[in-house]
């Protein structure tokens, strides 16, 4: 059972450049979740989806976007690069009949934009 | 809010000794709060959690206490071992709501 699989683990990218950050879980989990953790920094949510075919924003979406076409996926696409940008982004996954708060997260994609 | 600058709060604690942990909430309407562990290079990972209607529980070698009147969620971490040594955050989230919004962390460092 791998749990929640993030990929790639590291990533650098110039100014303007575009990539996804791929998620999955194996699971069955509804519900998937991104973060991105800053250097010192507690975990902001960037979007979120509690099923296939919906998605919604969380507290920073700006430069970002989401899709969900299947359960198992939940890829984090970024556009036009930029500095800040530069992050730690986690994906995390949960199902309301354990606790929607009971997260699963999966390793981590470190990202610099340069 | 937010934690200030590049420095977490950081708790220094003998091995073998208890670790309390703090947190403060703003959210009056929360209904669960959660503690997560996350350890270097890794994501974050689900210690315990507690309800609203609660304000103790208690899980292996952990201790989450509640105070709704303050506002106020500690972590009591019994005989601390050098593999408690994390940055601890705290997490709340309000019943019918999908998301979990995270504190700011607190580092824990077990001094041998």
């Known amino acids: 059972n791998a749990g929640v699989t993030q990929t790639p683990k590291f990533r650098i990218l110039k100014i303007g450049q575009s990539m996804t950050l791929q998620c999955a879980q194996d699971?069955?989990?509804?519900?998937m979740y991104w973060y991105r953790q800053d250097p010192g920094m507690g975990l902001k949510l960037i979007y979120y989806?509690?099923?296939?075919?919906?998605?919604d924003k969380g507290e920073v979406p700006n430069g970002y976007n989401v899709s969900r076409s299947t359960t198992e996926d939940f890829p984090l696409r970024l556009e036009l690069a930029a500095p800040s940008q530069t992050s730690v982004y986690f994906c995390?996954?949960?199902?309301?009949?354990?606790?929607?708060?009971?997260?699963?997260f999966g390793s981590g994609t470190q990202l610099s934009v340069l | 809010g937010e934690s200030v600058g590049l420095h977490l709060p950081t708790l220094s604690v003998q091995e073998g000794d208890n670790s309390i942990i703090n947190c403060a909430y703003s959210?009056?309407?929360?209904?669960?709060f959660i503690w997560y562990k996350q350890e270097s290079g890794k994501g974050p990972q689900f210690i315990i959690d507690?309800?609203?209607?609660?304000d103790k529980r208690q899980g292996q070698r952990v201790t989450v206490l509640l105070n709704k009147t303050v506002k106020h969620l500690s972590l009591q971490i019994a005989a601390t071992q050098p593999g408690d040594s994390a940055v601890y955050f705290c997490?709340?989230?309000?019943?019918?709501?999908?998301?979990?919004?995270f504190g700011t962390g607190t580092k824990l460092q077990v001094i041998p």
């Open positions: 959210n009056s309407a929360s209904d669960y």
């Open positions: 989806s509690v099923g296939a075919g919906i998605t």
């Open positions: 507690i309800r609203s209607n609660m």
């Open positions: 997490a709340e989230n309000s019943a019918g709501y999908q998301k979990v919004t």
């Open positions: 699971m069955n989990h509804n519900y």
């Open positions: 995390a996954s949960s199902y309301p009949g354990t606790g929607v708060e009971k997260l699963f």
